[in-house]
Nanobody, 119 residues
Framework: QVQLVESGGGLAQPGGSLTLSCAAS????????MSWYRHTPGKERELVAT????????NYPNSVKGRFTISRDDAKNTLYLQMNSLRPEDTGVYYC????????????WGQGTQVTVSS
């Protein structure tokens, strides 16, 4: 049974920091491309960061580039998102995503963790 469990969300002030974690089980974690997405009511789900298998490549949209850092610890089957210089527009539910193409697409989602940036 595949599980992705996010943690670390909460309330932060503008300019503050939070670190999200995603613990994976039931998958060969190191083989998967891992991503963070966020969803805010009234907006489409947005890709926040992606890291390739082996941590060779990372990718960020302009909205978070230079402020967010994605990383992974394959020995711990855990994905991280370090978020600095937080803005109110970073508020949303953050989801962990695992994706692997192996003849077909294998894709899994976590349940999400709420991040609220407000003074």
């Amino acid at each position: 049974q595949v599980q992705l469990v996010e943690s670390g969300g909460g309330l932060a002030q503008p300019g503050g920091s939070l670190t999200l974690s995603c613990a994976a089980s039931g998958v060969t974690f190191s083989s998967y491309v891992m991503s963070w997405y966020r969803h805010t009511p009234g907006k489409e789900r947005e890709l926040v960061a992606t890291i390739s298998s082996g941590s060779i490549n990372t990718n960020y949209p302009n909205s978070v580039k230079g402020r967010f850092t994605i990383s992974r610890d394959d020995a711990k089957n855990t994905l991280y998102l370090q978020m600095n210089s937080l803005r109110p527009e970073d508020t949303g539910v953050y989801y962990c995503n695992a994706r692997l193409w192996l003849g077909r697409l294998f894709e899994y989602w976590g349940q999400g963790t709420q991040v609220t940036v407000s003074s």
